[in-house]
């Protein structure tokens, strides 16, 4: 799938209303993360004990690493730059109790205008979270 904007969103979890990310890698067809330290384009908020917004894409799973936002529904937007082939998406989200994140979508652009949902936690199903993160596959996923 072609994408360069990327949008994550999510509604609190199931530990508390703090949407955590720890890292987002966005790998590519060449097996290239297309993500690593380009930090987030923009955020709908910052929870006060959140880490700096570049850790997101830093390249550390460090569950105590992490970009928070404020509390209820809340996004993040990364923007490679560039558009590319993308084969899978890779997330962690704060893992240190096995929480579940509600309201999860992540959705890719090419224009930033148009998105595709690739991930609904209502349609695809919720999952706790681990050190291993969830790996979201769209390589042939087809692009509206």
Do not use: C
Request: charge should be negative; aromatic fraction near 14%.
């Amino acid at each position: 799938m072609l994408g360069r904007y990327f949008y994550f969103e999510s509604n609190g979890s199931s530990a508390n209303t703090i949407n955590f990310y720890t890292e987002i890698q966005i790998v590519d067809t060449d097996g290239v993360n297309r993500a690593s330290g380009r930090g987030l384009a923009r955020y709908s908020s910052i929870h006060p004990n959140s880490k700096d917004p570049s850790v997101v894409t830093d390249g550390d799973t460090n569950t105590n690493n992490f970009f928070a936002n404020v509390e209820g529904r809340g996004y993040i937007v990364i923007d490679l730059g560039d558009v590319y082939d993308i084969s899978y998406i890779k997330i962690w989200r704060y893992y240190g109790d096995g929480r579940t994140f509600k309201g999860v979508y992540i959705r890719v652009s090419i224009d930033d205008v148009n998105y595709t949902t690739v991930f609904s936690s209502d349609v695809d199903g919720t999952y706790s979270e681990t050190s291993e993160g969830k790996q979201i596959d769209i390589l042939n996923m087809e692009h509206d």
